[in-house]
């Protein structure tokens, strides 16, 4: 089978690439990045090790995509995945649509031609940041929690399914998302060929070119290795927040399932996330960092952590999915538990004490 993954040299798609040639064999796999992402480049020897072809091109350029050999499934990795993204200063509105969807709509000219299938990877940031921020979270002892019991359409203590609502207002980066998901099932009813929606929760791993606004996990422990100044934002300033942990690795088994089963009836659109078993709020994510890497940061007292002077435009207080429709249909669950991928940042950070100023950017 011929692969382009989009993105390939970024953290997402170069841990997917590694996962997929070792559950496969016979797979020949062409990766396409522009490394606008700091860091992505550092991953161009290690897949071309692995003996992938990695060339720099950009997905917004057409003319470059049309030059391309025929692949069977495009695995589309490529994006600005900051949810700070057309706000920031890294990026404008316009910039932003164009790398995050009309470069999708290239890649579904190219599936529309190759009759290929099409895997995005979405994200739980399509779910609507009202409709999040209405759930009866709990302030408790270091985090936000629902009432077990409770439960809503398309909610309950064990996540946000995909029937949870979409209603705008998602973040500029969410809605690039969400509309690359509609046009993506859009064109591959109108086509016939087979397309694949897979709703990521935060993704983190060794590896990951960390930042506040993206990368959170990795950002943080690394971080707190270096010593560097950290703070909790929005809701208090508590850092109950609540996140759920998936590494990349994991979306592999299913993401090969799906491809395999064609264009036969079955959902479309899955969340696939770490879930409620592996979530975990920032002040928890501290604790474990005062445990396992430096135990007597001199700010580590939450109350050295709190600015309640910043909000941070769409954040959310708590955030998991429900991943029971991606465990009916494929028997998937995440094999990776969130303690072994903190483990495993842990590890890297140790082994690259200059990794932040190195993805920096
Ligand atoms: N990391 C997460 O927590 C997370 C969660 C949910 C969904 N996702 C999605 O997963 C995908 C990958 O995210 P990631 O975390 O690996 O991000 P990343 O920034 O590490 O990787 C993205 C890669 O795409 C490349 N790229 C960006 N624009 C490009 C373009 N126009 N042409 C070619 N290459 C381009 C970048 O250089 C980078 O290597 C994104 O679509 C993102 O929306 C990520």
């Known amino acids: 089978m011929k692969i382009l993954v989009t993105?390939?040299?970024?953290?997402a798609g170069s841990e997917v690439i590694r996962a997929l040639l070792e559950r496969r064999k016979g797979l020949e796999i062409l990766v396409v990045d522009n490394f606008s992402r700091h860091g992505s480049e550092g991953n161009i020897d290690p897949l071309r090790a692995l003996g992938c072809d990695v060339r720099a091109g950009d997905v917004r350029d057409r003319a470059f995509l049309e030059s391309l050999p025929r692949m069977d499934w495009i695995l589309d990795a490529a994006a600005n995945p900051s949810v700070l993204a057309g706000i920031d200063a890294g990026s404008t509105s316009r910039d932003l649509v164009d790398q995050n969807l009309y470069a999708t709509v290239n890649l579904l000219e190219?599936?529309?031609?190759?009759?290929?299938?099409?895997?995005?990877?979405?994200?739980s940031r399509v779910y609507s940041i009202p409709a999040l921020c209405a759930l009866p979270a709990v302030k408790a002892e270091s985090r936000f929690e629902l009432p077990a019991g409770a439960r809503g359409t398309g909610w309950s203590a064990a996540g946000v399914t995909e029937d949870f609502s979409t209603a705008p207002p998602l973040s500029l980066y969410?809605?690039?998302?969400?509309?690359?998901?509609?046009?993506?099932?859009?064109?591959?009813?109108?086509?016939?060929f087979p397309v694949w929606i897979n709703?990521?929760?935060?993704?983190?791993?060794?590896g990951q070119f960390g930042k506040a606004d993206q990368g959170i996990?990795?950002?943080w422990i690394h971080s707190w290795r270096a010593g560097r100044p950290l703070r909790y934002i929005g809701f208090g300033a508590s850092g109950c927040q609540v996140r759920d942990c998936l590494h990349p690795r994991d979306l592999v088994d299913v993401l090969l399932?799906?491809?395999?089963?064609?264009?036969?009836?079955?959902?479309r659109v899955l969340n696939l996330a770490g879930g409620a078993a592996h979530a975990m709020s920032l002040r928890e994510l501290s604790a474990w960092c005062a445990g396992h890497i430096f135990p007597a940061r001199l700010d580590a007292d939450p109350q050295h952590l709190s600015d309640p002077s910043v909000e941070r435009p769409f954040d959310?207080?708590?955030?998991?999915l429900d991943c029971q429709r991606a465990r009916e249909i494929w028997g998937w669950r995440p094999s990776t538990p969130i303690s072994r991928i903190l483990e495993e940042i842990a590890a890297h950070a140790a082994s690259h004490p200059d990794w932040l100023d190195r993805v920096a950017g």
Request: hydrophobic share 40%; aromatic share 14%.
């Open 110 to 123: 190219l599936c529309k031609t190759w009759s290929a299938s099409f895997t995005l990877l979405s994200t």
């Open 257 to 267: 399932a799906q491809v395999d089963w064609g264009t036969r009836p079955v959902e």
């Open 199 to 206: 709703r990521c929760g935060v993704l983190a791993g060794a």
């Open 316 to 320: 959310i207080p708590w955030a998991v």
């Open 7 to 11: 993105g390939g040299c970024g953290f």
């Open 217 to 219: 996990f990795s950002y």
């Open 174 to 192: 969410g809605s690039t998302k969400r509309c690359s998901e509609l046009l993506a099932l859009e064109y591959g009813q109108a086509f016939g």
